[in-house]
C-alpha cells in the first residue's frame, strides 16, 4: 500500500514539471495572453489544455490515493 502512494507521489511530481514546462515555453501557437504575469509573461490561450490535462491527472492520482486507504 505504501508504495503505492510513493509511485502516485512521483506521477503527480512529474505531471506538475511537464505542465511547468509546457506553460513556461513561449511558442508561436501560445495564443492570447489571457492572465499577465509579469509585462512579458502570463498564462496564455494556448496554457490552458495544458492546466486542464494537469488537473484530470492529479484529480485521477488524488482519487487514487483516497481508495488506496
Do not use: F, H, Y
Amino acid at each position: 500500500m505504501r508504495a503505492n502512494r510513493v509511485l502516485l507521489g512521483v506521477v503527480v511530481l512529474v505531471l506538475t514539471v511537464l505542465s511547468l514546462m509546457l506553460v513556461k515555453g513561449d511558442g508561436p501557437g501560445s495564443g492570447e495572453m489571457l492572465l499577465a504575469v509579469t509585462r512579458q509573461n502570463g498564462v496564455n490561450s494556448g496554457d490552458l489544455p495544458i492546466i486542464g490535462l494537469w488537473l484530470v491527472g492529479v484529480g485521477c492520482c488524488g482519487a487514487l490515493w483516497r481508495r488506496d486507504r
